[in-house]
């Protein structure tokens, strides 16, 4: 009997006593440490994973089953979020102060998730203090399942590659600063995978590609505060993803890609064999920072030309030239996903909005105090995670819910400090307006949920204006920017039972209260809808010591 008639009759057989496969495992144990790194040149204290910065890479596919044993040797409380994984039913693992009690020095916890009906370019990142700052981050990459056609062919090699601002004061000084009420300032310069360099310095190659052969690149920009632009010397790319959909396929001489944000693109080697750049640097400040890094033709001789490609115009201009970039990405409505039905069967554009909510970031002062708040709530974190208290029936010893409207009140610069809880209704179709007045641009990051981006656009925004959206190929995706005096629009279904964090990418403001948490509870307490809290989940602050609540039913 053939392999493939085994196979069907091994299937059928499970089948019929109803033992069905788990999706694979995959397993990691990560030592966290502090280690001295000098991306801009500067010697400062960096944090480290197994070694590594960036760190590891998690290279799995759609529906595994993660499993990471973090050690925390640092001097400091740490935790893990993994940005962009929607953890369905299951906020317990999404490692932000408003879900998990921290790992405290000296001891571990074992993160456990499934990246359930997803692919695509994601990261993980430390979201205490401002450790981002040092490093710690590294890849996620979500490949589609054997069986589920990729509209493009398998590349030669894929290639990682984490973008984006860097400060040399270290995440020490960077966190006193803010603490003591002033702003971080201007970063010192950009840096690629951890380094950085200028044209015309002899360096490693970044990567190689072999002439005729097509390479993916995934790209995540995991700076504090600055968007960039990317660009290679004489080869153009083809995005092919965003954040989990797969798009349009597009060429592009040079994207931009704002702080929070991953995309793929497709690179062909098709030149003369030798070295060329590839070119990143900022946007949208008043003196713009660049990075070069070299990528490699196999067998090539030469070095890379010493001319870059153009940046792309800034200010004024440079805004228009990115929103209209923006518009240009569109969901692939052909292509399968995580899923075998093509993306393009959902129709998003056709179901009723219940609720809009629209938020409007402002800065002000509180006792003396830089502080950021999203309609004049600065949101500050608890001592007891707020999943926790709500879990345990305690939240009203901690935080009370909705204080944030879901309008921006007239001065939005007159900031209450407070945990920012809002309660979102389960299973209900909302849309969120986010109204930048400022002079600097912001991005947006929800987790547990993708989100269809609809518009950006110049102004304010308006009822009317909802004949400009996007409801046929708006990219769903995870992260959103708004443009200096602009708004942009996002649609969702909060079908995540969980506490999920809406926050400001650029970490200098998330820090400083530009944060908020949705509570989506399922009103049957159900286990078809949400996890109970898992058995190593530490317990801290006012629920330590209380009797575990009943746990869900299926």
């Known amino acids: 009997m053939g392999s493939g008639k085994v196979t069907i009759v091994a299937l059928l057989l499970c089948l019929s006593v109803g033992v069905i496969a788990e999706d694979p495992y995959l397993y990691f144990n990560w030592n966290v440490t502090y280690g001295t790194v000098s991306p801009l040149g500067v010697p400062q204290q960096g944090i480290l994973i197994n070694g590594q910065f960036p760190g590891p890479r998690i290279n799995c596919t759609s529906n595994n089953n993660i499993v990471v044993n973090v050690f925390n040797n640092l001097d400091e409380p740490f935790l893990f979020t993994w940005n962009g994984v929607q953890h369905r039913k299951n906020s317990w693992q999404d490692g932000t102060p408003g879900t998990m009690c921290p790992i405290m020095p000296g001891q571990n916890f074992t993160y456990r998730f499934q990246v359930k009906d997803q692919i695509g370019s994601y990261y993980y990142f430390p979201t205490t203090a401002l450790h981002r700052a040092a ?39 960077l966190k006193k600063v803010l603490d003591g009420g002033r702003t971080v300032g201007r970063p010192d310069g950009i840096i690629i995978n951890g380094k950085s360099a200028k044209v015309g310095e002899a360096k490693e190659p970044l990567f190689t590609m072999e002439a005729g052969k097509t390479y993916r690149y995934r790209f995540c920009n995991l700076g504090m505060r600055s968007s960039v632009n990317v660009r290679f010397q004489g080869h153009p790319m083809k995005l092919v993803e965003l954040e989990g959909s797969h798009t349009v396929q597009n060429i592009y001489d040079s994207l931009d890609l704002h702080v929070g944000q991953c995309l793929s693109v497709l690179v062909t080697a098709d030149q003369e064999p030798k070295d060329y750049y590839l070119v990143v640097s900022s946007r949208f400040l008043k003196q713009e920072l660049s990075s070069v890094a070299i990528i490699r033709y196999a067998n ?5 030309s010493p001319e870059l490609p153009a940046s792309p115009p800034d200010n004024t201009e440079g805004i228009a030239w990115s929103m209209n970039q923006f518009r240009s990405f569109r969901w692939n409505l052909t292509a399968s996903a995580a899923r075998p039905n093509p993306q393009g069967s959902y129709h998003y554009g056709q179901i009723n909005i219940t609720r809009t909510i629209k938020i409007v970031n402002s800065m002000g002062q509180v006792n003396g105090k830089l502080r950021y708040g999203l309609n004049g709530i600065s949101h500050s974190d608890t001592e007891t995670p707020l999943k926790l208290v709500e ?6 010893k901690t935080f009370k819910y909705d204080l944030m409207a879901d309008e921006a009140p007239a001065d939005p610069s007159k900031l209450t400090v407070a945990p920012n809880v809002k ?11 986010f109204e930048n007045h400022e002079k600097s641009i912001r991005t947006y990051h929800l987790d547990g949920y993708s989100f269809f981006a609809v518009a950006v656009e110049p102004g304010k925004w308006s009822a009317e204006k909802r004949k400009n959206y996007n409801l046929v190929d708006a990219t769903s995706r995870n992260n959103i920017q708004v ?19 809406l926050r400001s990418e650029m970490w200098e403001k998330t820090y400083l209260g530009e944060q908020l948490y949705f509570s989506v509870l399922s009103p049957g307490r159900s286990l078809r809808d949400e996890y109970n809290l898992p ?20």
């Open 300 to 304: 090539g001789k030469g070095p890379a």
């Open 423 to 433: 309660n979102a209704t389960y299973r209900n179709f909302v849309e969120i307006i």
């Open 391 to 396: 879990y345990f029936g305690a939240a009203d």
């Open 135 to 173: 490093g710690g981050y590294g890849p996620i990459n979500v490949h589609s399942r054997a069986l589920i056609p990729v509209p493009f062919d398998n590349p030669a090699d894929e290639y990682n590659v984490f973008v984006g601002d860097w400060y040399n004061k270290g995440h020490k000084t």
């Open 535 to 554: 058995d190593n989940h530490p317990l801290c602050g006012v629920v330590k010591g209380m009797p575990l609540p009943a746990p869900y039913k299926a």
């Open 483 to 501: 443009y200096p005096n602009s708004w942009a629009a996002i649609m969702l279904t909060f079908d995540n039972a969980g506490m999920w964090n």
